[in-house]
């Protein structure tokens, strides 16, 4: 199941420890199948993690699957696989506790335990004396120890509980490094505190109790990433965090960012770079599976972190790219795009074509027509920036002399049925088209008039192109352009399909939604066919 010593790999370096199958979990409107967590853990294993926290056992019953499976499924080739748990119960012995009992059950080779040290949470929460929950601790780590286990400790509410009760809180601390925790985790659980406290805490608790520390913080003030790179700076030796800084509330550490901060920016030998390359699919693999949007501004992995829009940018990095970018985008496994809008120069439509493989350098006369028609377009309401493939399809029609034409449109329309009985509104489809030499017709039903033609112009497309079966709509947005015509208003649509491996974006504009949706759900399959080789049939 696991790697058998990953944890050593850099016992003299940082560790990385991954707790987004746990804590990433309990973010609003994430919710993961034992089948999506043994997904992620694989990716997080192509990344490189040294631990991969993967719930709590015998408090969650998909988590204690999750350790079955797992322990039958997952083939860990670096990471260590760790279980999740409380310390034992108050007023009762650790070898007695259930839930102890299952954190052993899990069979995993690290268990990280969560206990509190603040004060007012032991008396409050735990209902019992602060020397009970320093033996709590004590008890919990001594046992898992002799069974056999290595033991993480997470300090809940640590930083807040330090400045109630300084002696206290260094004091769960030494019990549980005396007992034999490996690393006692620093948790910032309320997520309040700025680099300056973070690096002081540390600093202190580590010259106080000479404990191996760890760092885990949440982001509701906009700091967990800058608060996990000042406690390394104070002297902690794992971060913890969670792929895209997922979590409760404003989320955890983004441990994409932690970790390209510390490899690219410190030169720290958190992660071999080959794997840290890996970063960008990972993240956005990740992304498919817990069915949340990718970020497009997240640092390093997202598709606009190395995105240029200005013409002064653009003529800059086309003499050297570096000028306007922090790191290599290919150290994350990211790419440079060049943004095509009306400030486009003729640099930023060359770069543009150089990235979509046209050489324009000498092809003044479809540089000025690509210029003249973006700008003439992006007038009219389309946006170019975030539809590349639309860009993309303008392009190869300015270069060819001819429009990527794979099917001839004969007509569509779409009709919308509400049924006052019944108070569901149900939308039907029909779409007509030439296709690999035959006319078909199709109709599709929806609850809407978009997802209504996506289903008819995809059965009328698959009997000529089969390659359609492993694409589908993932993003669907609208805007009024110029909302003071009311419900006359010019729309604009955005569309983004994938295939399963990566994704990419169209857009539409007219007079009405339906006709808007249309022309980019055209262009989206069209592109989509275009970039797997399809020809005309």
Request: charged share 25%; glycine share 8%; aromatic share 6%.
């Amino acid at each position: 199941m696991n790697a058998s010593t990953a944890s050593t790999s850099r016992a003299a370096g940082i560790e990385v420890y991954d707790t987004t199958l746990r804590d990433g979990a309990q973010q609003e409107g994430l919710s993961l199948s034992v089948g999506d967590k043994l997904a992620i853990a694989g990716h997080l294993d192509d990344l490189g993690v040294d631990y991969i926290e993967g719930g709590w056992p015998g408090a969650i019953p998909k988590d204690t699957e999750f350790f079955h499976r797992a322990a039958q499924e997952l083939t860990l080739r670096h990471a260590v696989l760790t279980a999740f748990g409380a310390t034992r119960r108050p007023d009762r012995r650790a070898d007695d506790d259930p839930q102890v009992r299952a954190l052993l059950d899990s069979q995993a080779a690290v268990v990280t335990l969560v206990a509190k040290s603040h004060p007012r949470h032991v008396e409050s929460a735990l209902r019992t004396t602060l020397a009970e929950n320093l033996a709590m601790v004590r008890d919990t780590v001594r046992l898992l120890r002799q069974e056999g286990r290595r033991v993480v400790l997470d300090a809940e509410h640590f930083f807040d509980g330090y400045r109630a009760d300084r002696t206290y809180a260094l004091e769960v601390v030494r019990a549980a490094a005396e007992a034999g925790a490996e690393v006692v985790a620093l948790c910032d659980t309320n997520g309040g505190m700025l680099p300056a406290d973070v690096a002081g805490a540390v600093a202190d608790v580590l010259e106080t109790t000479g404990a191996r520390l760890g760092i885990h913080c949440h982001n509701d003030t906009g700091c967990a990433v800058a608060n996990t790179l000042a406690a390394v700076d104070a002297g902690a030796t794992q971060v913890q965090g969670t792929l895209n800084g997922y979590g409760e509330r404003t989320g955890n550490a983004d441990l994409l960012t932690v970790v390209a901060d510390l490899v690219l920016k410190q030169g720290r030998p958190v992660l071999d770079p080959t794997r840290l390359r890996e970063a960008t699919r990972v993240a956005h693999a990740v992304s498919e599976i817990t069915n949340v949007p990718p970020y497009s501004r997240q640092p390093y992995v997202g598709a606009s972190a190395f995105a240029h829009k200005a013409g002064l940018h653009a003529s800059a990095i086309r003499v050297d790219p570096d000028l306007y970018q922090h790191v290599d985008p290919g150290a994350v496994g990211n790419d440079m795009r060049m943004l095509v809008s009306d400030m486009a120069g003729r640099a930023s439509i060359e770069l543009k074509g150089r990235e979509l493989g046209y050489d324009l350098a000498g092809e003044p006369e479809v540089l000025s027509r690509v210029i003249a028609r973006v700008k003439a377009l992006e007038a009219a309401g389309y946006t170019f920036e975030a539809a590349d493939a639309s860009f993309e399809l303008l392009l190869r029609e300015e270069v060819e002399g001819a429009r990527a034409a794979l099917f001839d449109v004969e007509s569509w329309r779409v009709i919308t049925d509400y049924r006052e009985a019944d108070r569901d509104a149900r939308s039907e489809a029909t779409v007509k088209l030439h296709a690999a030499g035959r006319r078909h017709v199709a109709t599709g039903e929806g609850n809407g008039p978009v997802n209504a033609l996506d289903q008819a112009l995809r059965q009328a497309l698959l009997p000529a192109y089969p390659e359609l079966e492993r694409m589908e709509l993932i993003d669907f947005k609208v805007r009024i352009l110029d909302a003071a015509h009311g419900t006359d208003a010019v729309t604009r649509v955005l569309i983004e399909t994938t295939d399963g491996q990566t994704s990419w974006q169209t857009v539409g504009v007219g007079p009405n939604v339906v006709e808007a949706s249309w022309e980019a759900l055209v262009d989206g399959a069209v592109y989509g066919l275009l970039r797997q080789g399809v020809q005309r049939r």
